[in-house]
């Protein structure tokens, strides 16, 4: 799945319809933590894999 549907995804799991600066701020951190950590990979063309 590309980066805006995790976001997307993630954000409905938790109830948020919206998103905003401040959970997009979040999001992008806890991406940037889970791909550092191996947990995830991002490839050049936009996705993101387990």
Do not use: K, P
């Not at 948020?16 to 550092?36: G, I, K, M, P």
């Amino acid at each position: 799945m590309t980066q805006e549907e995790l976001f997307a995804a993630t954000l409905e799991v938790f109830g948020y319809r919206r998103r905003t600066a401040a959970q997009l701020a979040v999001l992008e951190s806890a991406l940037a933590a889970a791909t550092a950590a191996g947990r995830l990979s991002e490839s050049q063309s936009g996705l993101v894999t387990a």
